[in-house]
């Protein structure tokens, strides 16, 4: 089955610098990629993903790319505010079966 | 619209104990999913439903049933709870058309 991984565990960078999150899965079958923001004791939410048709997506200040030869897809989140502090998770599924498969998730901290 | 509703938001068993956690939705989702969030880890797939009447088993099933008589309603069954058994629960719904997970709030269970 898939197979998620996702680095690093923790990332710390200065308000206004950019963040990457990477993420590496194994089933290449798996078509659909998105990146869910979690805030501490809150739900899930999408935040972007992507297709397997597409090599990129952008949506104002982040962005993801993928690479389907390399199983490997990756957040980009450019001039990082106090409010992009929290956990993020990568996942990965094939997109006629919805079963999304996780990264055991990112904390973001952003340092003022 | 409620959207993704849960009951309860936290819930403490002993062993050996059943109860069943409720998750409803009034968007006519076809597409229901239950998750659990582990501290440290991404969310891993319990059961999902793709209809009324249809239920199959996700990565970690053991311990858990499920059943869907209704579009709205997907209710997660614990037998005889364990103490592997505390974490927090998400309850989420995917529209037709699309791959977004829609996520309930979560049960905060904890086993003793």
């Known amino acids: 089955g898939e197979n998620v991984e996702q680095h690093p565990s923790t990332l710390s960078v200065q308000e206004g610098d950019s963040a990457v999150i990477k993420c590496t899965y194994s089933d290449s079958a798996s078509n659909y990629f998105p990146w869910y923001k979690q805030e501490l004791g809150k739900r899930p939410q999408l935040i972007i993903d992507?297709?397997?048709n597409v090599g990129e997506k952008k949506d104002q200040r982040i962005a993801v790319t993928l690479n389907k030869t390399a199983k490997h897809f990756s957040l980009h989140i450019t001039e990082t505010q106090p409010e992009d502090s929290a956990v993020y998770f990568c996942?990965?599924?094939?997109?006629?079966?919805?079963?999304?498969?996780w990264g055991a998730g990112t904390k973001l901290i952003i340092k003022p | 619209n409620a959207g993704v509703t849960q009951t309860p938001k936290f819930q403490v068993l002993k062993t050996g104990q059943s109860m069943t956690l409720q998750c409803a939705q009034d968007m006519n989702h076809e597409y229901m999913s239950w998750y659990r969030q582990d501290p440290g880890m991404g969310l891993r797939l319990i059961h999902y439903?793709?209809?009324?009447?249809?239920?199959d088993q996700g990565e970690v099933p053991n311990g858990y049933n499920v059943s869907r008589s209704t579009t709205e309603d997907f209710p997660l069954r614990l037998l005889s709870a364990a103490p592997s058994q505390t974490s927090v629960y998400f309850c989420?719904?995917?529209?037709?058309?699309?791959?977004?997970?829609?996520f309930g709030p979560g049960t905060r269970l904890t086993v003793t």
């Open positions: 439903s793709v209809g009324a009447g249809i239920t």
């Open positions: 989420a719904s995917v529209p037709a058309g699309s791959y977004e997970q829609y």
């Open positions: 996942a990965a599924s094939r997109a006629s079966n919805y079963q999304l498969i």
């Open positions: 992507i297709r397997s």
